[in-house]
């Protein structure tokens, strides 16, 4: 019996990495390398710093608030794609970027409402 189980854990092991493997590319689509885990994450504390750093400096008139909720926009969607791909590409035994992940993963919620709520902004503002 413990055999069978071995048998198709292997198997399961197998097909998992020779179907995702295919479907996850190696490079993007314009030919650049695709960052791994770790990069993705410490990618994502750097747009994640930048983003609360530069926010305070927008101003007030309708166009300087139509390229922050732009920038609000791009920057959230980026940490998103970024986490998305760290999840996806993070290896099985990596403790040290499992506990790194853990304050971006808190942070989906509040970056989804960030584009929510600047896409809502944006629409008033334009029409």
């Given amino acids: ?3 069978a189980f071995k048998f198709l ?3 399961n ?3 998992f990495q020779n179907v ?3 479907i996850i590319p190696d490079k993007s689509i314009f030919g650049f390398k695709i960052l791994n885990s770790k990069e993705s994450i410490f990618s994502a504390y750097f747009l994640l710093v930048f983003k609360y750093a530069v926010s305070p400096n927008f101003g007030f008139q309708k166009t300087e608030l139509i390229g922050s ?3 609000f926009i791009i920057s959230n969607i980026s940490l998103l794609i970024l986490l998305i791909n760290s999840l996806i590409r993070m290896p099985n035994k990596s403790i040290f970027l499992r506990i790194l992940i853990i304050p971006l993963i808190i942070h989906i919620p509040i970056s989804i ?3 929510l709520l600047s896409f809502i902004k ?3 503002i334009c029409f």
């Fill in 13 to 15: 092991k197998k097909l």
């Fill in 1 to 3: 019996m413990k055999n």
């Fill in 113 to 115: 409402i960030f584009i």
């Fill in 122 to 124: 944006l629409f008033e």
């Fill in 69 to 71: 909720y732009l920038f």
């Fill in 20 to 22: 995702f493997i295919k």
């Fill in 9 to 11: 854990s292997s198997l």
